[in-house]
């Protein structure tokens, strides 16, 4: 009992200090002692103390528990779903990015690493995302890439690649686990690159008959929607879906998206 209280009195005292440290890290090895730390110093499969030479054995070290200044899961939710993303990812590099690389060890990384490639993501920040998917890979945590590989599939699509989008989104076993919304919008947008405007506009639907007030995939599936009717010839309605955007999201990129479909699709009706 004495050694549990003065474990929590030294993580308190780290957490003061976190404003000056960034982040503080709760150890705790095989045998149940715990030690907390305001750096992570490794040094080949060692993991050292901050004072003296006191060293773990990274094999020994069953949890790393990391407590960071200025963010929290509850705050990343709230920053993402209110459209906050830009600053939701500069705070995540800021905090979580020192200690990124440590994703292969036992830590509580993996939910922060998410937050961070979904803001990543829809930030169009490709480089980073492709980096933050390896950290969450090295985690080894299935349920975590499998969201990050529904995200990479996402990736290349934009990129035109289809076949290899096609190939990684079903190398998830249960993509609905991961999102229904997520999995829809993927098949949908598979569908229309494949040139089936129809049966994209069944996910499409499903989306926004079911998942209206999704934060993350109301947007995009809007603008989706939009894209199907172009494709299909229908330059009014994807008129009237681009004017929902400007009016529904305004000031975010999904209203200058309403804004081009609006110009494209006049443009094509004035033709």
């Known amino acids: ?19 000056q440290s ?12 715990s030690f907390v730390v305001k750096k992570l110093i490794i040094k080949g499969d060692r993991l050292f103390q901050e004072t003296g030479n006191s060293s773990s054995s990274l094999s020994m070290v069953s949890a790393i528990e990391f407590r960071f200044s200025g963010i929290s899961l509850s705050l990343c939710e709230k920053m993402f779903n209110t459209g906050d993303r830009k600053s939701l990812e500069g705070l995540l590099e800021q905090s979580i990015g020192p200690v ?20 990543q993501y829809w930030n169009k920040n490709t480089a980073g995302a492709g980096k933050t998917i390896g950290q969450i890979r090295a985690a080894k945590n299935q349920a975590d890439i499998d969201v990050a590989s529904l995200y990479f599939a996402m ?8 076949p290899d989008a096609k190939r990684v989104f ?15 919008y993927i098949r949908g947008k598979i569908a ?44 009014e309605k994807a008129d009237a879906v681009a004017n929902e955007l400007m009016i529904a999201y305004p000031g975010t990129q999904w209203s200058k998206l309403g804004a081009q479909i609006k110009k494209e699709s006049m443009g094509n009706a004035g033709g």
């Not at 960034?22 to 002692?33: D, F, I, M, P």
Request: glycine fraction near 6%; hydrophobic fraction near 45%; aromatic fraction near 8%.
């Open 1 to 19: 009992m004495k050694l549990t209280a003065s474990i929590l009195l030294v993580f308190g005292l780290a957490s003061a200090a976190l404003a």
């Open 155 to 162: 990736m290349l699509i934009d990129q035109g690649k289809i």
């Open 170 to 184: 079903e190398s998830v076993a249960a993509p609905e686990d991961v999102s229904v919304p997520m999995a829809e």
């Open 192 to 235: 229309l690159e494949k040139g089936d405007p129809r049966q994209a506009m069944q996910h499409v639907a499903r989306i926004l008959a079911f998942h209206s007030r999704d934060p993350e995939w109301m947007a995009p599936a809007t603008v989706l929607e939009a894209r199907i009717y172009q494709q299909l010839g229908q330059p």
């Open 22 to 33: 960034q982040y503080a890290a709760k150890v705790t090895v095989n045998s149940g002692n």
């Open 100 to 119: 990124a690389e440590y994703s292969y060890l036992p830590t509580n990384l993996g939910e922060y690493l998410l937050w961070m490639l979904k803001a």
